[in-house]
């Protein structure tokens, strides 16, 4: 539990006269649910975009499993074990949604070079593929398009796709983003199930889901960090309190 | 049941066709279809090829006559230079060869960028190449070059037009087997999840470029066996054969047969020829006809030719 999986040091991000990410300093700690939360427009975004290596930060270093990945693209950090799910749904929408796990699936068991023994027969594909479909609720979804799914069925194949990876660590940004409150229930039920299996860091604006689901939770302000504890913590520090947009029911 | 019987009469009708054709042209008193069929067939090599690039992999390059015209040259240049190894053994693996490496060299580069901007850069290497062709005196320059004879094969007498389309047939159906176990394992499917969604496969761990980098070698190789077939069966090769336009034509086939279709290259380039073979007949603008052609199927039938025959058997 006091493992630390993730860590970053000074990261920083500058677009043009915007200090997007500044001085970030994050710890997480393997087996742990750690929440990001912050207002809109403080950076979360650009922050999970540089742990997951889509984008390069100006300055600092991102360390996971005890190695420096900051060079490290985001397909190799992937391999690593760092999953992530986006905010803005991003599937296979022309592949079937067991495809798109099976695919998932197929990353992390075996070379992906093999041309000539066909994929849709290798059982052990299909077979975790509905493994991990039945574990979001998606079992019956199977064998649909993927662009055709609801809004809340995609926000599940997401999680799916990025538990399917057998991740070290799941990255969920927004996973709650754009639900219904009942949707939103069925998935703050899924990610409890996580904790304890999975180190998550949960990136959300719904705060009753937050401090429901963390161990503990950061806030990123303007670019920076101004807080990280337990939520009982986060809640007293008068810092966040002022800084936090005046959102003081929410808190 | 019976769409796989139905499925399974059109492919046999088609296969005993292909079996039968230098006997019922020979039989009709037009020999000239016999060439025409091998040239069908080498341009349905081709456009299957650039199909695996454009069609299922995503990748819209206007560059692949370069592949092509490579292929061509090295028999060519075999035939001139070393005579002695002028077998189809030795030259066409040999021409296969080069153009994969040509692929690799291209793809290497061009696959850093993507879209519009990878369109103009296979463009650009290609025009490259047309111009070294060109300017290679050598071997023609613009004039190209005749090939001597044909490439020999043991025991087959490939100046025989009918034997010669049976090699290529065989060569094509053998081409298009590989490629459609190669789009149904492993690989063909990574493929497929780059073209539908690049970012996620990146983020899921593939190294899209490594499997990019891999169709565009492969594509590149199966354009220089179809350039070498091309360069025996005119027994002449030219810088033409690398211009754009046809780098043109072979998206075209692709296009109006089917992307990303098993079948595409062969309807597009079959559906191609043909119009092309029966409309300058009637009128040298026949490129009129072809536009409207082309322009209704993407309008109506966005997934080709083979398309239509795919949703009729559902």
Redesign the interface.
């Known amino acids: 539990m006091n493992e630390i999986l993730l860590e970053t040091r000074g990261l920083a991000k500058r677009f043009g006269g915007l200090l997007a990410t500044d001085a970030v300093s994050l710890t997480i700690r393997r087996g742990e649910c750690h929440a990001l939360i912050g207002p809109n427009g403080a950076g979360k975004t650009t922050l999970v975009g540089q742990l997951?290596g889509?984008l390069a930060p100006d300055a600092g270093s991102v360390l996971f499993a005890g190695r420096d990945v900051t060079a490290y693209?985001?397909?190799?950090r992937?391999?690593l074990g760092l999953?992530?799910s986006?905010q803005i749904t991003?599937?296979?929408?022309?592949?079937s949604v067991e495809?798109n796990v099976?695919?998932?699936v197929?990353?992390?068991s075996g070379?992906?070079?093999?041309?000539?023994?066909?994929?849709?027969a290798?059982e052990e594909l299909s077979t975790r593929a509905l493994a991990v479909l039945r574990s979001v609720g998606l079992e019956r979804a199977g064998g649909r398009r993927a662009g055709e799914l609801s809004h809340g069925e995609h926000r599940q194949l997401e999680l799916a796709?990025a538990l399917a990876?057998r991740p070290q660590l799941l990255l969920l940004d927004e996973p709650m983003a754009g639900m219904g409150l009942e949707e939103s229930q069925t998935m703050v039920e899924l990610i409890a199930g996580l904790k304890g299996s999975h180190t998550l860091l949960l990136v959300e604006h719904d705060m009753d889901a937050v401090f429901r689901l963390a161990d503990r939770i950061s806030v990123l302000v303007a670019g920076r960090i101004i807080a990280s504890g337990t939520g009982d913590e986060i809640r007293a520090n008068p810092e966040v309190r002022s800084a936090y947009l005046g959102e003081e029911d929410a808190l | 049941m019976t769409v796989f019987r139905r499925r399974h009469a059109w492919l046999g009708a088609l296969v005993a066709l292909a079996l039968v054709f230098p006997q019922l042209a020979a039989w009709l008193g037009q020999d000239f279809y016999v060439a025409f069929a091998s040239r069908v067939l080498i341009w349905a090599l081709l456009a299957s090829s650039l199909n695996l690039l454009v069609g299922v992999g995503g990748m819209v390059s206007l560059g692949h006559a370069a592949f092509y015209g490579v292929g061509a040259y090295v028999v060519g240049i075999v035939a001139t230079e070393a005579p002695q190894l002028s077998a189809a053994l030795i030259a066409w693996p040999a021409a296969v060869a080069v153009s994969g490496l040509l692929a690799l060299a291209i793809g290497a580069i061009s696959l850093r960028t993507r879209g519009v901007y990878f369109i103009m850069i296979t463009l650009a290497f290609a025009q490259m190449l047309f111009y070294v062709f060109v300017s290679l005196k050598a071997y023609g320059g613009d004039d190209g070059m005749a090939i001597a004879r044909r490439s020999a094969l043991p025991g087959l007498n490939l100046a025989d037009e009918a034997t010669f389309y049976y090699v290529v047939l065989a060569l094509f159906a053998l081409c298009l087997y590989a490629l459609a176990?190669?789009t149904?394992?492993?690989?063909?499917?990574?493929l497929?999840?780059i073209k539908?969604?690049e970012?996620?496969?990146?983020?899921?761990?593939?190294?899209?470029f490594r499997?990019k980098l891999?169709a565009i070698v492969i594509s590149g190789a199966v354009a220089g066996l179809a350039g070498a077939l091309m360069a025996n069966l005119n027994t002449y090769v030219s810088p033409n054969m690398l211009y754009w336009d046809q780098s043109g034509t072979v998206l075209v086939m692709v296009i109006l047969g089917g992307l990303g279709s098993l079948w595409g290259g062969l309807a597009g380039a079959g559906a191609y020829l043909l119009f092309e073979e029966l409309a300058t007949a009637v009128t040298p603008h026949w490129q009129i006809g072809l536009g409207a052609l082309l322009l209704g199927v993407v309008f109506f039938a966005p997934a080709g030719i083979a398309g239509l025959f795919a949703r009729r058997r559902r």
Do not use: I, P
């Open positions: 997951a889509t693209a985001a397909h190799k992937a391999a999953a992530r986006f991003s599937v296979l929408a022309g592949f495809e099976a695919l998932a197929q990353a992390v070379s992906s070079f093999r041309f000539w023994r066909r994929v849709a290798e796709l990876t | 176990r190669l149904a394992s492993r690989f063909g499917r990574v497929a999840g539908d969604n970012a996620r496969m990146e983020s899921l761990g593939y190294a899209t499997f891999v």
